[in-house]
């Protein structure tokens, strides 16, 4: 089965660092996600990125965090200055089309600020 | 408030006994909802969905999981359990016609006994 890349598998940050979360989805997918887990508490989505522009974000997802897909294969999420509270898990999805209702995650970021 | 509630944390079973997994959702229609499985430094794998129709839905790896609208419950179940199956399962809803967006529940850690 096709599979949703995700590097590195742990990052660790000082507390006020910038910091790149990477992630390839599957090659012939057109919608993107990352989701976090901070531990022990639920999955939480963060944005979706459709057409080169974000189609939903949620109130995660403040003006320290941005995302991009640089050159049509890569897909990231950089915070700007990383917070304690900004560790966690974050999962990368992805998604063929509209259509289609199956989400690919990949096995995600530990990201530690410390 | 949309919301996802799986109420065990944590569940122990021996390899071969049948096993349920629950989760209640509060949503203001019904909405798609999905059961997902997280192996071990893996990412998230789809295990079945419901969307309309048989309330009886099928998945991947023997689980199959019932809808029922009263108790706005989609319970998974299994009727063996294989030692693979240890993992972290969680359920989720997602609006209807859309993927977008998931709310997670915090997930059951299964644990199989031989």
């Known amino acids: 089965e096709p599979e949703v890349t995700q590097t590195p598998s742990h990052q660790v940050t000082q507390m006020g660092q910038e910091v790149i979360l990477r992630c390839v989805p599957i090659?012939?997918?057109?919608?993107f996600y990352w989701y976090r887990q901070i531990l022990g508490q639920k999955v939480e989505f963060l944005v979706s990125f459709y057409n080169n522009e974000i189609s939903e974000k949620s109130e995660i997802f403040d003006d320290q965090f941005s995302v991009e897909r640089p050159d049509g294969s890569n897909f990231t999420l950089k915070i700007r200055s990383t917070k304690l509270e900004d560790s966690a898990m974050y999962f990368c999805?992805?998604?063929?089309?509209?259509?289609?209702?199956?989400?690919?995650f990949g096995s995600g970021t530990q990201l530690s600020v410390l | 408030a949309q919301s996802v509630t799986q109420p065990d944390i944590h569940i122990t079973v021996s390899e071969g006994a049948s096993l349920e997994l629950r989760c209640n959702y509060s949503y203001g229609a019904t909405p798609y909802l999905f059961w997902y499985v997280q192996s071990p430094g893996q990412g998230l794998q789809l295990l079945l969905k419901y969307f309309s129709g048989d309330t009886l839905v099928q998945g991947i790896k023997g689980f199959e999981a019932e809808f029922k609208r009263s108790q706005s419950s989609f319970n998974l179940r299994k009727p063996s359990v294989h030692w693979s199956d240890a993992a972290e399962y969680f359920c989720a809803v997602g609006p209807p016609l859309s993927t977008d967006k998931l709310i997670f529940g915090t997930g059951t850690r299964l644990q199989v006994f031989p």
């Open positions: 090659s012939n997918h057109l919608y």
């Open positions: 999805a992805s998604r063929a089309d509209r259509g289609e209702e199956k989400l690919f």
